[in-house]
């Protein structure tokens, strides 16, 4: 899987984890130069807190596209740390 923004490629694995229609990218599969942290933080009853990140690429920002589970709730342990994606990413078979 693949997921672009702006015409990048932000993450790429053939290992991610679909948890509630949402592919999960493994932390190396993450080009961490596109991530800036953010303050946003959301809570899901059965997952725990997640906290987001920008997407920037070539000066444009996409507020919030990517988030993840620093300390995931233990029914979600396999997450721990993955990034999923929405807001205009798409996420595309490779």
């Known amino acids: 899987m693949r997921a672009v923004w702006n015409g990048t490629t932000i993450a790429q694995s053939d290992e991610t984890?679909?948890?509630e229609g949402n592919h999960y990218f493994p932390p190396e599969a993450v080009?961490?130069?596109y991530l800036k942290d953010s303050f946003t933080q959301s809570t899901c009853p059965w997952k725990g807190r997640a906290s987001y990140y920008n997407i920037e690429v070539d000066g444009?920002?996409?507020p919030d596209a990517a988030w993840y589970?620093?300390?995931p709730n233990d029914?979600?342990?396999?997450?721990?740390?993955?990034?999923a994606f929405w807001r205009g990413v798409e996420v595309l078979p490779d």
């Open 17 to 19: 984890i679909v948890v």
């Open 31 to 33: 080009k961490g130069e």
């Open 60 to 62: 444009n920002t996409n």
């Open 69 to 71: 589970y620093p300390n």
């Open 75 to 83: 029914a979600a342990m396999q997450i721990k740390g993955y990034v």
